[in-house]
């Protein structure tokens, strides 16, 4: 089942200073991605929060993607600045995602997010999305798509006709505001189940990786 992720910069704060940051961020998403088998759908590194849609292959996947980028990108952007403590807001929040239609609007909902932000009038706009890969078949490695995603068309062509389509149909208010609630209560999405979101938490040591 999807996971809808969202990470919040401590007290509101920034996570990313420059271009470079972004792009680590990226760089460590798909070692860990790989390494903990999980596939990325969709993204979008916003200034001050992160949010994914993944499907982990394993119990503890999308915990151990989480902890690990999290922890590396942390130490990369201190050591960068010269700063110290927490960047994060505590651990992430998430959410399970129960259905294909759900899955579509977290996809939606994420790409929109600089746009209902004010940052964009339009997605394409913003660089730090999975909007290009999704809308416009831009080459992105970090992306994998869903099978609800693939399902919108059988040729490529027609999907991204489609989807772009979906993004170009206003969000219901009330459909953004259950996958807020979702997250933030890490119960699943589209279903009223309230199960818990948010995976079960691995401990260990912190590979070494350099972007």
């Known amino acids: 089942m999807a996971i809808h992720v969202i990470q919040r910069g401590n007290n509101h704060g920034r996570c990313f200073f420059s271009d470079t940051d972004y792009l680590a961020y990226l760089s460590y998403l798909r070692f860990f991605a790989r390494r903990y088998h999980c596939s990325i759908h969709a993204y979008c590194l916003?200034?001050?929060?992160?949010?994914?849609?993944?499907?982990?292959h394993a119990a503890d996947a999308c915990a151990l993607l989480m902890k690990y980028l999290s922890q590396c990108y942390v130490q990369r952007v201190n050591k960068?600045?010269?700063?110290?403590g927490t960047l994060w807001e505590g651990r992430f929040r998430s959410c399970l995602v129960a259905s294909e239609h759900y899955v579509l609007a977290c996809y939606r909902y994420i790409?929109?997010?600089?746009?209902?932000?004010?940052?964009v009038s339009h997605p394409a706009e913003y660089p730090w999305s999975s909007y290009a890969a999704n809308s416009q078949g831009r080459l992105?490695?970090?992306?994998?798509?869903?099978?609800?995603?693939?399902?919108?068309?059988e040729k490529i062509e027609h999907r991204l006709l489609a989807y772009g389509e979906l993004l170009n149909a206003p969000l219901d208010v009330g459909?953004?505001?259950?996958i807020r609630k979702a997250t933030r209560g890490g119960y699943v999405v589209g279903s009223?189940?309230?199960a818990r979101g948010r995976p079960a938490r691995k401990m260990g040591s912190v590979p070494v990786f350099e972007v």
């Open 175 to 178: 459909l953004v505001e259950e």
């Open 80 to 84: 960068r600045t010269g700063r110290s």
């Open 111 to 119: 790409e929109l997010n600089p746009v209902r932000a004010g940052m």
């Open 46 to 56: 916003m200034t001050n929060h992160v949010h994914l849609l993944l499907t982990p």
């Open 140 to 153: 992105d490695p970090t992306i994998g798509p869903h099978p609800a995603y693939v399902s919108l068309a």
């Open 192 to 194: 009223r189940r309230r």
